[in-house]
């Protein structure tokens, strides 16, 4: 008999044939003469109703199932005759395959965010991160269909790097040696003789070696974890985070802005076009205007800023912020979703920051105050999209570094792609955790990846 997925007997349009259900038992109640057993196997949000009654040779045995107990039931898929519910099944057998303990920390009441993120290897099992895995697992797939019927070329770049992409510093370093015998040259530790034989890192952004490609095969982009060992505590940041990171030959500024634009708006309508159930949840329970802010990130044309025109209107706003606005500072969160929910009340893509804030690679405008770069602003959230046009002369490339007193030797290979046919080219990072963020309304990166890293917590 084949197993049947519990979505599939939940939107049944009409009985099927003798079935086999396996899945964790949500709740048991009983009757005089039969037991209600709800079961759910993780394809949906909904549980099947099971009807056990005593003419089952085990049922002493299933009257004892207990909530988070795994069982097999076979039965007959028939029209249900209570409220709450159009299908349920018969049983005619129910196999108990692992009785769960008492102790099981899952019971039928409203765990906390911060008593579940103990617990992270179970709350999967439950209906709010059943539901916000299972979105993250068709936003991935919409991510990757976007750039597939686009022409883009999925690429995996390095996880160890022996270069420092953003310049800031923030790297997990990565060694094979004795930490107990750690060789030294002039009090430093010295790697010539670890497994590189020189200093590597985890990765903070695959877009460096994606621009390689991009010089090669036209549009790529990569998707996969980036590291980030910043000491921060915030409900926006993790050490372990993954990023979606586009890159385009040929390609300015202008088209980068519009492909971050078309890359958000379509995910998201896919998401709400296919994961109506699990969104109703977040809207229902978690963030009672969601649905009107995907709607806005859907149907919206993105407002198109420059960095200079933000500040200004930030500075004659009249509001009181926790972090002064000034022109050659970032923008904090709370500026972010201020042009987004108060001003504009819609997305905003800012561009054409000062130099001195962004990094190197970024392409120096005439001014040469300002580069082309950009961030995407979205309600809720603030930035989740930040990228430029990549400065292609070698000449200016070479003199940024100078300014910001880098050495050129790590990036010996990233300078050899502007001697050798170097074009006009752009990208971006989307950080598909924010992402997360902004389709189900959930305020804390921790509860949008599966088993986060953060400062002093590696469980699990």
């Known amino acids: ?68 107990s795994a069982v097999a039931v076979t039965g007959r898929h028939v029209e249900s005759k209570g409220g709450g519910q159009k299908w349920e099944v018969q049983a005619d057998g129910i196999e108990i395959i692992h009785m769960a303990p008492e102790t099981y920390p899952l019971q039928k009441k409203r765990h906390t965010d911060e008593f579940l993120r103990t617990i992270a290897h179970l709350r999967p099992r439950t209906n709010k991160y059943g539901a916000a895995f299972r979105i993250r697992a068709e936003l991935a797939y919409a991510i990757h269909q976007f750039f597939r019927d686009r022409g883009f070329k999925y690429i995996h770049t390095p996880i160890l790097t022996g270069s420092d992409c953003e310049g800031a510093g923030e790297l997990f370093r990565v060694t094979a040696m004795d930490l107990t015998r750690v060789p030294t040259v002039d009090g430093k530790p010295d790697f010539d003789g670890d497994f590189f034989g020189r200093e590597a890192n985890l990765t903070v952004s695959g877009q460096l070696s994606a621009e390689m490609f991009a010089l090669a095969l036209g549009d790529v982009y990569t998707f996969g974890p980036t590291f980030r060992a910043e000491n921060s505590n915030t409900r926006r940041h993790a050490a372990e985070f993954w990023m979606v990171e586009p890159e385009m030959a040929f390609c300015d500024l202008a088209g980068n802005m519009g492909l971050g634009e078309d890359l958000i708006r379509t995910v998201v309508r896919q998401i709400m076009d296919n994961c109506a159930d699990d969104l109703e949840l977040f ?15 859907v149907d919206s044309d993105y407002v198109r800023l420059p960095y200079r025109e933000a500040v200004a209107i930030l500075l004659k706003s009249g509001k009181k912020f926790e972090f002064p606005v000034e022109f050659g500072k970032d923008l904090q969160s709370e500026h972010e979703r201020f ?53 292609e002369r070698l000449d200016v490339l070479e003199a940024r570094m100078a300014e910001l ?30 992402l997360m963020m902004l389709v189900t309304g959930i305020s804390n990166i921790r509860d949008v990846i599966p088993f986060p890293r953060t400062p002093r917590n590696i469980e699990f």
């Open 1 to 68: 008999m084949k197993r049947t997925k519990i979505f599939q007997l939940i939107d049944a349009d009409a009985p099927l044939d003798r079935v086999l259900a396996k899945g964790w038992v949500r709740t048991r109640r009983d009757s005089k003469t039969f037991s209600f057993i709800e079961l759910n196997d993780g394809s949906c949000l909904k549980n099947l109703q099971v009807i056990a009654d005593e003419s089952l040779d085990n049922y002493e045995e299933i009257k004892k199932i207990t909530t988070g």
């Open 283 to 297: 809207a229902k329970f978690v963030d009672k205007k969601l649905m009107k802010t995907l709607q806005n990130t």
């Open 339 to 391: 042009l987004t929910e108060n001003h504009f009340r819609k997305p905003v893509i800012l561009h054409d920051y000062p130099k001195t804030i962004k990094p190197f690679y970024m392409r120096v405008n005439d001014d040469n105050e300002t580069v082309a770069a950009m961030d995407v602003l979205v309600p809720s959230i603030g930035e989740i999209i930040g990228g430029s046009q990549r400065e």
């Open 405 to 434: 007193s880098m050495e050129t030797e790590p990036y010996w290979w990233y300078l050899d792609s502007r001697r050798y046919g170097s074009v006009p080219h752009s990208g971006f990072g989307l950080g598909f955790e924010r």
